[in-house]
């Protein structure tokens, strides 16, 4: 570990700290994806998509969008709690005018 701090220029707890809450994340098969850029990136998508459709244009609320997230186990990878997802929302809400106005131009 001593090894890896030094090659990162950070400290053996922050190094230990950081491998723990990783394997606390990788609980599942398909947990490792999540940790690569694409997989990252996969997952935003994957948020933002059912925000947007089933959030704001369908009207669920954000503590079944929880839990959709919770039953699909991303919420170790994600913050999916009701109060993030409805902070989220308010957020994408607000800049929806300035999307449709971009590509309308």
Known sequence: MR???SCLNGTKSSVHRHLRAQKQRNQHPESFFWETEAGSAWLRLLVFAVLYLFGLECGVGA?????????IRIHHH???SET?????????ELLLPQFQ?????
């Open 3 to 5: 090894k890896l701090a």
């Open 63 to 71: 503590r079944k969008l929880s839990r959709f997230f919770k039953l």
């Open 78 to 80: 994600v913050g999916v």
């Open 84 to 92: 993030a997802l409805r902070t989220q929302m308010q957020q994408m």
């Open 101 to 105: 106005a971009a590509c309308e131009q």
